[in-house]
Each structure stands twice: as structure tokens, then as C-alpha cells.
């Protein structure tokens, strides 16, 4: 979508949200994203306009791009290069998170969501802007950057198989990819105090708890959206998973955090036979 065709649409949450998706380098991307976070959240906008996402957002020159086949494994250790390899990950996922956050935004302005959705939406964007940065600073200070590593786009795959359906994508996205990540950060946190790395550990412990919240909305959009189609959500849940997502969800289940997100163990453990 060029931006000729965003003049000729309504002005609004969602021409800003193309203008990060279609914004390449890293730092500005979340330039962009901070303001239109606090543009909706402050009142400065106020239409949602007009629906309308690129079908890829725009990437960096850098990190190479594998298919999660061909990425290199990634050993857990106190080291700093292994240090710098998971950061490295986790910050490649949080900057396809500002994306993936801002396209259902714009992806999704026609189906009929009340405006708290798109208040989630805008905050949740800006929170997965702050997770980057951090990483992107610590990283830094380790002598290594963004890019210095490849990455995976597997976070887009998932997003570009359930681009036909909202409830598919909050499915998928926040109720088992985003919900993983309740899973395995601890484990990240336990490596890195092992390791005596306490900036690393607060950065994730900040990034966990933020992300606590994001399941919660998937969860609370998830629910909402069923209700309104008349649909089971635990069955609607277990059918898309096995429709749209390659593969069984992985246990073991952080418990604790996906029931302070709203998640019981009735609702997701199904989807891991």
C-alpha cells in the first residue's frame, strides 16, 4: 500500500499503524511507534480509520532472515556470546511484536471491535517498542547489536496464516506464541542470574510482566469475539490452533502467569496432546 492510497483513505489509528509497518529501519519503527501509541492514548486521534495492512511490513537490511530450519542452534550458557545470541532473539521477536501488534490494528478495522480493543492494541504496540529498545540498548552495552546475528521469520509466518481471521490471529499469536513466552521466560531470567547478568534479568523480568498483559487481551478479544459469533471459545480455541498453527503447543506451562493472564490449564492444555 503506498502512501498515496493512505491520503485517499480515512486519516486515522490505522494510517499511523501503516506507517510503522511500512517503516524498515528499527529505531525509527519505534519512533513511530511510541508516538502513535501516545497520539491514540492522549486523544490527538480519534478515528480508527480505514482497514488496510501491508501483506509484509517493511524489514532492515539487517539480521539475514532463515527459515527456522536452517537457524543456527542456540546453546544455553553464562557465556557472553551466549548471552548475546538470546537477547539477540528475544529482541528480533519484540520488533516483529511492534509489527504484529500494529497490523491487527489495521488489518482488523472492519470487524466490528469496540474502541477498547484498538486502546489495547495502541498500548500493547508501544510496550513491545519499549521491550526492544531495552533489549537493543543492552545488547549495546554487551559490544553487539541488533542485525549482528540472523533470525527466524517464523513470528510472520504465523501472522501471514491468519491474516483471513481475526479470531484465528488472536488465537494463534497472543494465545499460543505470546503465551509461550510466559513459558520459557523464567528459564531465560534463571540463565541469566546464573550468569550474575542483573540488567539482563530486569529487562526480562519487566518484559514478562508486560507480557502477562498482552495474553490477557488476546484472551479478553478472544472471548469477546466468540460470544458475539455465538461460538464454545475452548472449542473454537483447540479447532483454529489445529487449522493454523503448525504443531502441538509445547509443555511444560508456566501455570502461574497464564492463569494471571486469564489462560486455566482446562483451556490450552487440550491443544498440547
Not at 525509527?28 to 501483506?55: E, F, Q
Not at 544455553?76 to 528480533?92: D, E, K, M, Q
Not at 475452548?234 to 506451562?253: D, M, Q, S, W
Amino acid at each position: 500500500m503506498s502512501p498515496m492510497d493512505d491520503k485517499l483513505m480515512a486519516r486515522g489509528l490505522t494510517a499511523r499503524a501503516r506507517t510503522v509497518l511500512l517503516t524498515p529501519e528499527p529505531a525509527a519503527k519505534v519512533a513511530l511507534s511510541y508516538a502513535a501509541s501516545a497520539a491514540w492514548r492522549l486523544g490527538a486521534i480519534t478515528a480508527i480509520g480505514a482497514p488496510g495492512a501491508p501483506a509484509v511490513p517493511a524489514r532492515p537490511a539487517r539480521p539475514r532472515l532463515l527459515a527456522p530450519r536452517h537457524m543456527p542452534k542456540r546453546r544455553a550458557g553464562r557465556t557472553p556470546r551466549a548471552r548475546i545470541a538470546l537477547l539477540h532473539a528475544v529482541a528480533h521477536i519484540e520488533l516483529n511484536a511492534i509489527d504484529l501488534a500494529w497490523d491487527i490494528v489495521a488489518r482488523f478495522a472492519d470487524t466490528g471491535l469496540p474502541r477498547a480493543f484498538y486502546d489495547d492494541w495502541a498500548r500493547i504496540a508501544g510496550e513491545e517498542a519499549k521491550h526492544f529498545e531495552a533489549l537493543s540498548r543492552r545488547l549495546g552495552e554487551m559490544g553487539a547489536a541488533y542485525g549482528d546475528l540472523p533470525a527466524h521469520d517464523g513470528l510472520w509466518q504465523a501472522a501471514d496464516a491468519t491474516a483471513h481471521d481475526i479470531l484465528a490471529r488472536l488465537a494463534v499469536v497472543p494465545l499460543v506464541l505470546e503465551a509461550r513466552g510466559l513459558d520459557v521466560t523464567p528459564t531465560m531470567i534463571g540463565h541469566m542470574e546464573a550468569a550474575g547478568d542483573d540488567a539482563t534479568v530486569s529487562i526480562l523480568r519487566m518484559i514478562l510482566a508486560d507480557e502477562i498483559g498482552h495474553v490477557a487481551a488476546g484472551g479478553r478479544w478472544f472471548g469477546w469475539l466468540c460470544r458475539k459469533r455465538d461460538l464454545d471459545p475452548a472449542i473454537t480455541f483447540h479447532t483454529l490452533v489445529r487449522e493454523n498453527f503448525k504443531g502441538a503447543l509445547k509443555p511444560p506451562f508456566n501455570e502461574e502467569a497464564r492463569r494471571m493472564a486469564g489462560l486455566l490449564p482446562a483451556f490450552y492444555q487440550p491443544a498440547a496432546s
